[in-house]
């Protein structure tokens, strides 16, 4: 009885301990309707954001709030690693719906510095069914072995988050829903940027991808690296 009691106990406190989420929201809810009236009204319509941000899912790296936008401004897909891969049908679609229906005009790959997904990429251990996401990280580890075996581990660690956004904003620039789109004229810049947990900076790697062009500009300097 007592066990049983224990856990009648230890589920109360779970749902208290999670109640203050819900005033949050209705403090949050409360301070918008008095600063913007007219805020819910509109979010409730049709949305029409200008910009997919594809990021990773580690909760310290919000993408409306570090880059000053508000619901209903970014259309957002995230995972372990910010990783776009040509079997993953959630991010696709996610991509498709963003291109072809909200017709964003800036597609972002963000990862950022300190990524648990990347580090766990570069272990040499098992860390279980999440190693079979990780071997798309490894994949970029792999092809810039060159590069990264000549660093120290934090550096290298740095050096391949970045390496891996980069790789990530090419494969979104190889789908079928970004090259159709530019085939048809319709403007697609595709970026790729960095977060960086101990200043809250974002940094653009390189210039933006914007047609076919550009991204055959890639590949010809990969060829000659």
């Known amino acids: 009885m007592v066990g049983v009691a224990g856990r009648l106990d230890k589920i109360l406190h779970n749902m208290c301990s999670i109640h203050h989420l819900l ?44 880059v000053g936008l508000m619901p209903g401004e970014i259309f ?3 995972n372990v690693g910010n990783v776009v891969s040509p079997s993953d049908l959630n991010c696709l679609s996610v991509l498709q719906y963003a291109v072809d229906i909200l017709k964003v005009k800036h597609v972002i790959v963000c990862g950022h510095y300190g990524c648990g997904g990347v580090r766990a ?8 069914l999440i190693d079979n996401w ?32 980069l790789a990530q904003r090419r494969h979104v620039c190889e789908t079928t829903i970004v090259q159709d789109a530019w085939s048809r004229g319709q403007e697609i810049s595709v970026h790729g940027w960095i977060y960086s947990l101990k200043d809250g900076h974002l940094k653009e790697l390189s210039k933006p991808l914007v047609n076919l062009r550009s991204l055959e500009e890639v590949f010809q300097n990969c060829a000659s690296g």
């Open 23 to 66: 005033q949050n929201n209705r403090d949050w809810a409360q301070s918008m309707r008095e600063s913007v009236p007219e805020f819910f009204t509109k979010l409730s319509g049709q949305q029409n954001p200008e910009y997919l941000w594809i990021g990773c899912s580690d909760s310290r790296v919000p993408a409306n709030e570090i």
């Open 76 to 78: 957002v897909h995230r």
């Open 121 to 128: 990429a570069l272990e040499d251990k098992r860390h279980g």
């Open 134 to 165: 990780l071997r798309h990280i490894q994949a970029v580890a792999r092809s810039s072995s060159r590069e990264l075996t000549g660093l120290a581990p934090e550096p290298r660690y740095d050096r391949l988050c970045e390496l891996n956004v």
